[in-house]
């Protein structure tokens, strides 16, 4: 197949998506695309990657933070500032996707990522969830915490990456209707659920 194609990931915290999006990357032999967006977008753009890590989709304050305490603590001026510089920062990131996927067949993972390429010919949009369960034990393996600690990040984490996708997408963040497709990697394992995905894409894609 010689036209390009993309793959959008959209995860849960400790899901596996991540992982996933990097097997399926291996095995179809695509570009892959996660954190590495912020050093490109701050490479090209010529900003450092503070600016652009402090509006990333786990920001806390902002247009999707708590907008009472941020008025409180810094005025309507320092907000519109503010909120001028996340929208600025979300352009040349999302320029920055337009441009990889015009280059190159490629996974991108987060950063409303289906959205912005919502009108590519050749797109599959994915979400991937997990129970609850495994998703803490996988924190709790990576970050080295208690399970307690591990609980109230997925539950904090979770919320800002909804709240940045809600406001950028005008969508339901985690909601079959906003995805092609939404998959429990609880149920089939990730390398497993992988495999799944790819067998769903190359069917839709026609590859």
Same mark, same amino acid.
């Not at 999302?94 to 996974?107: G, M, P, W």
């Not at 209707?177 to 992988?194: F, K, P, Q, R, V």
């Given at each position: 197949?010689?036209? #390009?194609?993309? +793959?959008? =990931?959209?995860? &849960?915290?400790?899901?596996? !998506?991540?992982?996933?999006? $990097?097997?399926?990357?291996?095995?179809?032999?695509?570009?892959?695309?996660? #954190?590495?967006? +912020?050093? =490109?977008?701050? &490479?090209?753009?010529?900003? !450092?990657?503070?600016?652009? $890590?402090?509006?990333?989709?786990?920001?806390?304050?902002?247009?999707?933070?708590?907008?009472?305490?941020?008025?409180s603590s810094h005025g309507s001026e320092?907000?519109?500032?503010?909120?001028?510089?996340?929208?600025?920062?979300?352009?040349?990131?999302?320029?920055?996707?337009?441009?990889?996927?015009?280059?190159?067949?490629?996974?991108?993972?987060?950063?409303?990522?289906?959205?912005?390429?919502?009108?590519?010919?050749?797109?599959?949009?994915?979400?991937?969830?997990?129970?609850?369960?495994?998703r803490i034990e996988r924190i709790i393996?990576?970050?080295?915490?208690?399970?307690?600690?591990?609980?109230?990040?997925?539950?904090?984490?979770?919320?800002?990456?909804?709240?940045?996708?809600?406001?950028?997408?005008?969508?339901?963040?985690?909601?079959?209707?906003?995805?092609?497709?939404?998959?429990?990697?609880?149920?089939?394992?990730?390398?497993?659920?992988?495999?799944?995905?790819?067998?769903?894409?190359?069917?839709?894609?026609?590859?």
């Amino acid at each position: 197949m010689n036209e #390009k194609y993309v +793959i959008n =990931i959209g995860r &849960q915290l400790g899901s596996g !998506g991540r992982i996933v999006g $990097e097997n399926l990357a291996k095995t179809m032999g695509i570009a892959f695309y996660d #954190k590495e967006l +912020i050093r =490109i977008a701050a &490479q090209e753009s010529g900003l !450092g990657k503070e600016f652009f $890590e402090k509006a990333d989709e786990k920001t806390k304050f902002g247009f999707f933070g708590n907008l009472f305490d941020w008025f409180s603590s810094h005025g309507s001026e320092g907000y519109m500032d503010n909120y001028l510089q996340n929208e600025t920062l979300f352009k040349i990131q999302s320029d920055v996707i337009r441009e990889l996927a015009e280059k190159y067949s490629c996974i991108f993972v987060g950063r409303c990522a289906d959205y912005i390429l919502r009108d590519h010919p050749l797109t599959v949009n994915i979400f991937i969830c997990a129970d609850m369960k495994d998703r803490i034990e996988r924190i709790i393996e990576y970050e080295k915490i208690s399970p307690a600690k591990a609980r109230d990040m997925v539950d904090r984490i979770d919320k800002q990456r909804a709240n940045y996708y809600n406001y950028y997408t005008g969508k339901e963040w985690g909601a079959a209707s906003s995805y092609h497709l939404c998959i429990n990697t609880s149920m089939l394992g990730i390398d497993e659920t992988a495999v799944y995905v790819r067998s769903f894409v190359e069917k839709i894609l026609k590859i």
